[in-house]
């Protein structure tokens, strides 16, 4: 058997180990059944061994198809780091990586982590995009981005993961708002602000995340305003009495005489981060990727490996915890 054809034929096998049904297994495929079942038969005559149990109503795995699935798995996640490769090459001489990074990044990480991959990857063009986490696991499916910088909690069926890093979240306030006098602000402290966040668009599970935590804590806000860009947030915090949400390196380097920025009490809120990428595409220059994101968000981001104090659970089709 050709090895092409013994890829195409494992693709086969573990999408109907996965679906549990021909039918359905041939449509996420695109193909027709027929085909499919003859792939499957020919696989089971070269490895002599049966691989499902077929009845009317359902297939299921046999013993030597349920200890072959994750050798199969690994030979297709392989096969498809070459091809990652391949086009990189293809794209140019040294090479192209095509990554995304949230609008919240501040400028002194980003330029660490430029500099971090390009002692680590010297010979690889890197196409850096500012992506909402939305626009970057689109772009995953679209297959147009190979690696990115994304928040958590979000669906990452599909994706591989590096470090969890966790930001807490501090509030930025008016300096002759009430709570701008305490030393750390209970959520509640709060209640009666207008909320500035980001649009929930980018994101939109920690959109809601974010706000039941609030709610949780004492703190549901009049209303939400959207804002991104520091200018802005800073304009809305001023003129309409809101708050915002920040990471501790988000704070403005010159003191600012209208505004303060506190520690939230307890540590409620958080960006939580890793580097993602397509399962089984997690090359060298992706990981150097992920490396240097990682060492930069920790050096120049005040971020922290997440180490949970409480038992976590896993989302549905997720890797990461709530």
């Known amino acids: 058997m050709l090895v092409v054809d013994l890829i195409r034929h494992l693709e086969c096998f573990v999408a109907v180990a996965e679906e549990s049904?021909?039918?359905?297994?041939?449509?996420?495929?695109g193909m027709a059944q027929p085909p499919l079942s003859q792939r499957i038969q020919r696989l089971e005559r070269e490895l002599e061994v049966r691989l499902f149990d077929r009845t009317s109503r359902q297939v299921a795995l046999t013993k030597a198809g349920r200890l072959l699935l994750p050798e199969a798995r690994e030979l297709l996640a392989r096969s498809e780091s070459l091809r990652a490769a391949a086009r990189r090459i293809r794209d140019g001489e040294s090479g192209l990586l095509r990554a995304g990074l949230p609008p919240d990044i501040a400028g002194d990480t980003v330029a660490a982590l430029l500099t971090g991959f390009q002692d680590r990857r010297s010979g690889v063009e890197l196409e850096l995009h500012e992506l909402s986490t939305t626009d970057q696991l689109a772009r995953f499916a679209a297959h147009e981005l190979d690696v990115g910088l994304i928040h958590h909690p979000c669906d990452v069926t599909g994706l591989e993961l590096g470090p969890v890093l966790r930001r807490e979240l501090g509030v930025l306030l008016p300096r002759d708002a009430e709570a701008a006098g305490l030393t750390e602000v209970p959520l509640a402290a709060l209640a009666g602000s207008d909320l500035i966040l980001f649009p929930r668009a980018g994101a939109p599970v920690l959109y809601d995340d974010l706000l039941t935590t609030c709610a949780r804590g004492g703190y549901t806000p009049p209303a939400v305003r959207h804002g991104q860009g520091a200018s802005f947030v800073r304009g809305l915090v001023l003129s309409v009495g809101a708050v915002a949400f920040s990471p501790r390196d988000a704070r403005a380097v010159e003191p600012d005489a209208d505004l303060v920025w506190r520690p939230l009490a307890g540590?409620?809120?958080?960006?939580r981060h890793s580097v993602a990428w397509p399962r089984g595409h997690g090359d060298t220059a992706v990981r150097a990727f992920a490396d240097a994101a990682t060492h930069a968000l920790?050096?120049?981001?005040?971020?922290?490996?997440?180490?949970?104090?409480?038992?976590m659970r896993l989302r549905p089709a997720s890797e990461y915890w709530l």
């Open 21 to 29: 049904h021909f039918g359905r297994a041939a449509t996420r495929l």
């Open 267 to 271: 540590a409620p809120l958080a960006w």
């Open 298 to 311: 920790r050096t120049t981001a005040d971020a922290r490996p997440d180490t949970p104090t409480r038992p």
